[in-house]
T-cell receptor, first 115, second 114 residues
């Protein structure tokens, strides 16, 4: 199994540009999570999906952020317009679902730099 | 709401020394507890988890953790560390019967020196 796949691994963009981060969860996993990691705030859950449906988006910072999961094998996190304070490492994770006692499997992350 | 406090942001130790990384949590309901490890430029990996039963949990790479309900703690220990254990360690809590959300602590960076 290839694990959780994220692309791109690194993204450098200018303020005001649209950024799209991509995630392919582990096949057969029903839950998908988007996290943001910064030095100041640590690891924060942005949103999670179960069976492609958004369950909790209370961590999404503002309307500039949106996430979609059009099918079981693909999800995107979009920032439009991007700002320097969005610079962070964004992780996608997946789990089998069915309860939070299950391990979450993390991707390698996308390091976003907004200039 | 749940919260997790990792009391030490950085812990330096010498190789082959024992180490304890501290984690305290706050929750009004029963919890599941996890320790994850993050090596440089990688995602997080599960070290161990406590769901129920024995309060002493053994994980990968020789780590273990003890759940203490009265002290609301879940400290991580290893009797003898290696250089390769240098990484950041995250404690996380989830609610039993609740959503799939986990709340993570801010992490403890363990540096093992020769």
């Amino acid at each position: 199994d290839a694990g959780v796949i994220q692309s791109p691994r690194h993204e450098v963009t200018e303020m005001g540009q649209e950024v799209t981060l991509r995630c392919k969860p582990i096949s057969g996993h029903n839950s998908l999570f988007w996290y943001r990691q910064t030095m100041m705030r640590g690891l924060e859950l942005l949103i999670y999906f179960n069976n492609n449906v958004p369950i909790d988006d209370s961590g999404m910072p503002e309307d500039r952020f949106s996430a979609k999961m059009p099918n079981a094998s693909f999800s995107t996190l979009k920032i439009q317009p991007s700002e320097p304070r969005d610079s962070a490492v964004y992780f996608c994770a997946s789990s089998p679902g069915g309860g939070n006692h299950n391990e979450q499997f993390f991707g390698p992350g996308t390091r976003l730099t907004v200039l | 709401a749940q919260s997790v406090t990792q009391l030490d942001s950085q812990v330096p130790v010498f190789e082959e020394a024992p180490v304890e990384l501290r984690c305290n949590y706050s929750s009004s309901v029963s919890v599941y507890l996890f320790w994850y490890v993050q090596y440089p430029n990688q995602g997080l990996q599960l070290l161990l988890k406590y769901l129920s039963g024995s309060t002493l949990v053994k994980g990968i790479n020789g780590f273990e953790a003890e759940f203490n309900k009265s002290q609301t703690s879940f400290h991580l220990r290893k009797p003898s560390v290696h250089i390769s254990d240098t990484a950041e360690y995250f404690c996380a809590v989830g609610t039993q019967g609740g959503s799939e959300k986990l709340v993570f602590g801010k992490g403890t960076k363990l540096t093992v020196n020769p």
